[in-house]
């Protein structure tokens, strides 16, 4: 992305060259459109990928709504006007979902356990997504998650150690505010919670209120569940 960067910002001196019959390999004005194109889709991706390398930033927390962002801006670039614009995303796209089909109810697990946005936040991301088929895909991870729950409760096994190494303290996106992709999330409800008669510990907790995000961005998740356990 840097490398991107420096030639725009350097577009008029090399316009300027232009004059001189001896510099023969300035890009044209179209070409330098095109150049500003594909540095305004890559800088999403640029800054998530800084973000992930920080040491000082947590890892899974992460991982959902950043994932996520990649993939509602490649979906935004498939309506583009410009076709090269387009091409790219679609090629992006195949690519993509190879890896986001896979690992984005894993993902999405994560984010549920956490106070700060849990089943509603699920709900909010699948609809920019996959708007009519949100809430259906949202209601088969909620299931499979119950499913994970029931045989979490009928064994002996003691996941604590494992969620330790799944989450760390740390805002969801860090720094990485350029798409305010959450605006809405504060006042979306769950169409999802509350359908059951019975309650469990899991539904007692998806039930309660979550904690506003903007208000605990370093949030100690795995501490937070320890005391509501």
Request: aromatic share 14%; proline share 3%; charged share 30%.
């Amino acid at each position: 992305m840097l490398f991107l960067n420096e030639p725009l910002n350097s577009f008029l001196p090399f316009k300027q060259l232009r004059i001189d019959k001896y510099f023969l390999n300035c890009p044209s004005e179209e070409e330098w459109e095109k150049v500003e194109k594909i540095a305004r889709v890559l800088e999403p991706f640029y800054d998530i990928t800084k973000l992930f390398s920080g040491t000082n930033y947590p890892t899974t927390n992460l991982y959902f709504h950043c994932v996520w962002k990649i993939r509602l801006r490649i979906t935004e670039q498939l309506e583009d006007d410009d076709v090269i614009i387009r091409a790219m995303a679609k090629e992006m796209k195949e690519k993509f979902d190879k890896y986001w089909e896979y690992y984005s109810p894993v993902l999405s697990f994560v984010v549920i356990l956490d106070p700060r946005y849990k089943l509603q936040c699920v709900e909010f991301c699948y609809s920019k997504l996959y708007k009519q088929e949100a809430i259906s895909m949202a209601a088969n991870l909620r299931d499979t998650l119950y499913d994970i729950f029931e045989e979490y409760k009928n064994s002996t096994n003691d996941i604590c150690n494992m969620a330790e190494v799944a989450f760390s303290n740390g805002g969801v996106c860090g720094h990485y505010d350029r798409h305010d992709d959450f605006f809405g999330f504060e006042t979306c409800t769950s169409q999802l919670i509350g359908l059951d008669s019975s309650k469990s510990q899991l539904d007692l907790y998806l039930e309660e209120t979550r904690l506003d995000h903007r208000l605990h961005e370093d949030l100690n998740v795995m501490r937070v569940l320890e005391v509501s356990q």
